[in-house]
């Protein structure tokens, strides 16, 4: 009766472990942030505006350029 009893201790314990990673899963989906959304129009300009930055300081370091896209987007919608 005791190695019965030790099984149903592990698959009690392996099902609570699968419950928790269900949990994290979910969890890590929620966390994400959202996507960026942005016209392709907005990425042109956020690539424009650098190319002209590079004019002026050629050493300028390469930007997130979809971050940039997105902000442009946002002007554009307020």
């Known amino acids: 009766n005791r ?3 030790d099984h149903e201790r592990t698959m009690n314990g392996l ?3 699968t419950n928790k990673n269900d949990k994290n899963v979910k969890n890590e ?3 994400n942030t959202p996507r960026l959304k942005y016209e392709i129009c ?3 300009n956020a690539e424009f505006l650098f190319e002209e ?3 002026n300081n050629p050493d300028a370091k ?3 350029f979809e971050k940039w896209a ?3 987007r ?3 919608e307020r």
């Open 53 to 55: 930055i590079l004019k």
């Open 74 to 76: 946002l002007i554009r």
């Open 29 to 31: 989906k929620n966390i």
């Open 42 to 44: 907005d990425m042109e």
């Open 62 to 64: 390469k930007p997130n």
């Open 15 to 17: 099902s609570a472990d």
């Open 3 to 5: 190695p019965q009893a």
């Open 70 to 72: 997105n902000e442009f």
